[in-house]
T-cell receptor
Framework: DADVTQTPRNRITKTGKRIMLECSQTKGHDRMYWYRQDPGLGLQLIYYSFDVKDINKGEISDGYSVSRQAQAKFSLSLESAIPNQTALYFC??????????FGEGSRLTVL | DQQVKQNSPSLSVQEGRISILNCDYTNSMFDYFLWYKKYPAEGPTFLISISSIKDKNEDGRFTVFLNKSAKHLSLHIVPSQPGDSAVYFCAASVGGGTSYGKLTFGQGTILTVHP
């Protein structure tokens, strides 16, 4: 089983719909992240959390929100999806040394 | 403003030869650099890293070189193998410690190693 699990793996939705991407981890790490990958742009940090009570915005947080329900769970929400949020989304964890462990990704298409 | 740039979208190399992937950065505050490898339908996986206090770090077939004055780093793979075919991302962070994990990524370079 994967150490970092993302659900759903693929989702097609319509403009204006609310979408939640979920992430759970079994690595026991305190730090969790949401990144977005677009072609030609690499990965960009959306939100990060260093523990359950700590939530921080990344480079591109507009249009997104997150919830850290437990040490092992970190979900990303799009309150009203728009087409330019079509992307591949990655959840990641890290320990204090900072090496990121990524999930397999969630491909979101907004029509 | 792209603070970490990988100007070669793709690289094709013969098996057994050296692969050299390049990365340039503009933020002089970056002090920790990493390379990640990504296969299709998988998340990126950590490959190798280097602190700004070093100019070289080696791990088996993989060596990363850092030239701080030129704000340039490179990843050398010797010898290249077909299983190395993947997308390679360069990444950087500032300040270490609590900044670890908050990475700025380059656009990625697709490496293809031909048998």
């Amino acid at each position: 089983d994967a150490d970092v699990t993302q659900t759903p793996r693929n989702r097609i939705t319509k403009t204006g719909k609310r979408i939640m991407l979920e992430c759970s981890q079994t690595k026991g790490h305190d730090r969790m992240y949401w990144y977005r990958q677009d072609p030609g742009l690499g990965l960009q940090l959306i939100y990060y959390s260093f523990d359950v009570k700590d939530i921080n915005k990344g480079e591109i947080s507009d249009g997104y929100s997150v919830s850290r329900q437990a040490q092992a769970k970190f979900s990303l929400s799009l309150e009203s999806a728009i087409p330019n949020q079509t992307a591949l989304y990655f959840c990641a964890t890290s320990d204090f040394r900072g090496e990121l462990f990524f999930g397999e990704g969630s491909r979101l298409t907004v029509l | 403003d792209q603070q970490v740039k990988q100007n070669s979208p793709s690289l094709s190399v013969q098996e057994g030869r050296i692969s050299i992937l390049n990365c340039d950065y503009t933020n002089s505050m970056f002090d920790y650099f990493l390379w990640y490898k990504k296969y299709p339908a998988e998340g990126p996986t950590f490959l190798i890293s280097i602190s700004s206090i070093k100019d070289k770090n080696e791990d088996g077939r993989f060596t990363v070189f850092l030239n701080k004055s030129a704000k340039h780093l490179s990843l050398h793979i010797v010898p290249s193998q077909p299983g190395d075919s993947a997308v390679y991302f360069c990444a950087a962070s500032v300040g270490g410690g609590t900044s670890y994990g908050k990475l700025t990524f380059g656009q990625g370079t697709i490496l293809t190693v031909h048998p």
